[in-house]
């Protein structure tokens, strides 16, 4: 049987979505599939950076961390994107990335691939499910399969019962959360398994 391989393409200002990124890459790999840790690269002003210890501290501790590139991504079968609110939608420096990736687009070498994502904000009606709903749509135009993870499994309800993706409010991720990264990567595992069969 043929590996799925799968992109865990993230962005994380001061942590959050670095925990989630790692609960999925644990998942998914115990799921079976190989899978690539990448993280999106810094765009923000190193002046800006530097006024703020926790931005600094939390990029230090992701320098081991590749960061993303065109090849992950036509070498993904699958795509589980992470990315913090920001006015309900992504993070700028996720755009950013993705804003690179047209050239693949056009070619078509993003299409017939999975996608899901994960989020966080603020608060609990800062924009998850609209920064999720914004991903999907990106994804859509790619041509990509979308795997939510619906009400599939009791641990998406447990943890704030988000059928669109993983979210949570920013500053950690607690055991109930985990559970739900983890379902949700391991269903983004099965179905890529399904397609590249």
């Given at each position: 049987?043929?590996?799925?391989k799968?992109?865990i393409v993230?962005?994380s200002?001061?942590?959050t979505?670095?925990?989630?990124a790692?609960?999925a ?9 190989d ?14 950076i ?17 960061e993303?590139?065109?090849?992950d991504m ?5 795509y ?19 804003d690179?990736?047209g ?25 998850q499910e ?7 749509i990106?994804?859509m135009?790619?041509?990509?399969v ?23 409010n920013?500053g950690g ?25």
């Amino acid at each position: 049987m043929t590996q799925a391989k799968i992109a865990i393409v993230f962005y994380s200002t001061y942590g959050t979505n670095h925990q989630v990124a790692l609960a999925a890459a644990e998942a998914a790999k115990a799921a079976g599939a190989d899978v690539r840790l990448r993280r999106v690269a810094e765009t923000a002003p190193a002046e800006v950076i530097a006024g703020q210890d926790a931005w600094k501290e939390q990029l230090d501790k992701m320098q081991d961390i590749a960061e993303v590139s065109a090849d992950d991504m036509e070498w993904a079968d699958g795509y589980f994107f992470i990315s913090p609110t920001r006015f309900g939608g992504v993070a700028s420096q996720m755009r950013a990335f993705i804003d690179t990736l047209g050239g693949l687009w056009f070619q078509g070498k993003l299409a017939n691939k999975t996608f899901t994502a994960a989020t966080s904000a603020q608060n609990a009606n800062g924009g998850q499910e609209t920064t999720l709903l914004s991903l999907y749509i990106t994804a859509m135009h790619w041509g990509t399969v979308i795997v939510a993870p619906g009400f599939t499994d009791p641990s998406v309800a447990e943890a704030g019962g988000n059928p669109y993706g993983f979210s949570t409010n920013a500053g950690g991720l607690e055991d109930k959360g985990r559970a739900a990264v983890a379902h949700q990567a391991t269903r983004l595992v099965e179905m890529t398994n399904k397609l590249v069969a």
